[in-house]
T-cell receptor
Framework: GAGVSQSPSNKVTEKGKDVELRCDPISGHTALYWYRQRLGQGLEFLIYFQGNSAPDKSGLPSDRFSAERTGESVSTLTIQRTQQEDSAVYLC?????????????FGNGTRLTVT | DAKTTQPPSMDCAEGRAANLPCNHSTISGNEYVYWYRQIHSQGPQYIIHGLKNNETNEMASLIITEDRKSSTLILPHATLRDTAVYYCIVRVASGNTPLVFGKGTRLSVIA
C-alpha cells in the first residue's frame, strides 16, 4: 500500500487481557516508531526500530509493553494484562533511514479501549 | 531536542493566510525545524521542515528568523480542511531520532 497501515483500527478489550497491535510500514522504510496518544493529549513516544540495530525502548511506560519487528517489515506492539489507563490511540510511523532527516509518515492508529 | 513554544489556539478566516508562530530559542546549530499537523481522528501529517533558509512546498511556507530562534508556518489560503492541531518540532540533524511532540496549536478555520 501507499501508506502506513495499522490494524485493527479499533480494539475493545477487558482489563487484564493481552492485546497485539500491528503496523505495516511503507515499503523500503527501515525506521519504525510507535507512539501513544491519550484522549485530548499529545503524542508520547514509545519505541523506535532502526534496521537491525537494537531498538530504542526508552519510552515504554512499563514492562507490560513490548514490541517486535521482523526485519524491515511488520511490527507488533503487545500490551500484557491491560489496564484502563492503557486506553489510547496507538500510532505507528515509518521513515526512510537512508535519507538524512527523512520525515515520519504516520498511520491512522489503533484506538484501544480497555473496559 | 530543544523545546518549542506555540500558542494553544488560533482562528483564521477561510481564504485568508494562516500564520502559525513557533519559538525555539534554545535551538542548536544542528537541529532542524519540523512542522506536522493532526486532523481529527487521523495520524499526524508531515508538512515541511527547514534548517535556516526559508522553505516552500505545495502545502505551506516556512519562514525561519535569521537567528533561528523562531519560525512561522504559513498556509497561504486556508480552507476548512486545514482545521487541525499544528505541531512545531525541533530535531537533531543526525540519524532518525524520534520526534518529540509538544501540545501544538489548534487552528480553527472559520467560514
Amino acid at each position: 500500500g501507499a501508506g502506513v497501515s495499522q490494524s485493527p483500527s479499533n480494539k475493545v478489550t477487558e482489563k487484564g487481557k493481552d492485546v497485539e497491535l500491528r503496523c505495516d510500514p511503507i515499503s523500503g522504510h527501515t525506521a519504525l516508531y510507535w507512539y501513544r496518544q491519550r484522549l485530548g493529549q499529545g503524542l508520547e513516544f514509545l519505541i523506535y526500530f532502526q534496521g537491525n540495530s537494537a531498538p530504542d525502548k526508552s519510552g515504554l511506560p512499563s514492562d507490560r509493553f513490548s514490541a517486535e519487528r521482523t526485519g524491515e517489515s511488520v511490527s507488533t506492539l503487545t500490551i500484557q494484562r491491560t489496564q484502563q489507563e492503557d486506553s489510547a490511540v496507538y500510532l505507528c510511523a515509518s521513515s526512510l533511514a537512508a535519507l538524512y532527516n527523512s520525515p515520519l509518515h504516520f498511520g491512522n492508529g489503533t484506538r484501544l479501549t480497555v473496559t | 531536542d530543544a523545546k518549542t513554544t506555540q500558542p494553544p489556539s488560533m482562528d483564521c478566516a477561510e481564504g485568508r493566510a494562516a500564520n502559525l508562530p513557533c519559538n525555539h530559542s534554545t535551538i542548536s546549530g544542528n537541529e532542524y525545524v519540523y512542522w506536522y499537523r493532526q486532523i481529527h481522528s487521523q495520524g499526524p501529517q508531515y508538512i515541511i521542515h527547514g534548517l535556516k533558509n526559508n522553505e516552500t512546498n505545495e502545502m505551506a511556507s516556512l519562514i525561519i528568523t535569521e537567528d533561528r530562534k523562531s519560525s512561522t508556518l504559513i498556509l497561504p489560503h486556508a480552507t476548512l480542511r486545514d482545521t487541525a492541531v499544528y505541531y512545531c518540532i525541533v530535531r537533531v540533524a543526525s540519524g532518525n531520532t524520534p520526534l518529540v511532540f509538544g501540545k501544538g496549536t489548534r487552528l480553527s478555520v472559520i467560514a
